[in-house]
């Protein structure tokens, strides 16, 4: 397996100890704490584990603008619905790149989006948790991010 391949994965199938290291992050990036040791005593984890991991786990939004995202939902077909989704995408000043839904089956719908992430725009992560709460959405997935 190739130790340089990205996953993008949901907080809660992450274990702990890399959520924690986030905080340890923020943190040090706050100057709410002076040293590393203060960061992963205030969060409970090892220096160990932070330097082990500080390089390989980042929240979704860092680093994340000038970037393309194309993710896929599946939703009930109901009126506005769509709608709903395409206002949620310009409330977060993302730029829509491509756009597709499927033809309705059984009453749901695929649609893929490809948004192009702005320097104006705002957490991305928050954009998609917000898309996949909608009532009518079963589930979202990112397809890619480049």
Avoid: C
Avoid at 11 to 25: G, I, T
Avoid at 86 to 109: D, F, M, R, S, W
Wanted: charged share 25%; glycine share 4%; no cysteine.
């Amino acid at each position: 397996m190739d130790e340089n391949q990205y996953y993008v994965v949901k907080q809660r199938a992450l274990p702990q100890v890399l959520l924690n290291v986030v905080k340890a992050k923020k943190l040090l990036e706050s100057e709410q704490v002076e040293t590393i040791h203060d960061a992963t005593e205030a969060v409970g984890i090892s220096r160990s584990s932070f330097y082990k991991y500080k390089d390989d786990i980042f929240p979704f939004h860092d680093n994340v603008r000038g970037k393309t995202i194309t993710f896929m939902l599946q939703m009930e077909d109901e009126p506005g619905a769509l709608l709903t989704v395409l206002q949620k995408v310009a409330e977060y000043y993302t730029n829509i790149l491509t756009i597709h839904q499927t033809i309705p089956i059984n009453g749901v719908a695929s649609l893929t989006l490809s948004v192009d992430i702005l320097s104006s725009s705002k957490d991305v992560s928050e954009m998609l948790q917000g898309i996949e709460n909608l009532p009518w959405v079963h589930y979202l997935k990112i397809l890619a991010r480049e």
